[in-house]
């Protein structure tokens, strides 16, 4: 392969990859938001389950 060629493939490659990463979407301000929402929401859930778990072990008479 010719220098020339060489140097326009990868320039056209380089130009593809640029363009293809500038049409990621930006996560705005309320999809962060809610993200940290689910999480919260997550979170919530896994000590209301601990804390059940916990009810159920005592009324049993089990201790952890």
């Known amino acids: 392969m010719k220098p020339t060629r060489i140097f ?5 490659l380089a130009i593809s990859i640029t ?8 996560e705005g301000p309320m999809e ?3 993200k940290d929402l689910d999480k919260a929401v997550q ?3 896994q ?4 804390a059940g778990d916990s009810i159920q ?6 201790k952890k």
Not at 19 to 26: E, M, R, V, Y
């Open 43 to 45: 979170s919530v859930g």
């Open 57 to 62: 072990d005592a009324a049993k008479g089990d």
């Open 19 to 26: 363009a293809l990463s500038a049409c990621q979407k930006q």
């Open 8 to 12: 326009g493939a990868a320039a056209i």
């Open 47 to 50: 000590q209301v389950e601990k």
């Open 32 to 34: 962060r938001a809610g």
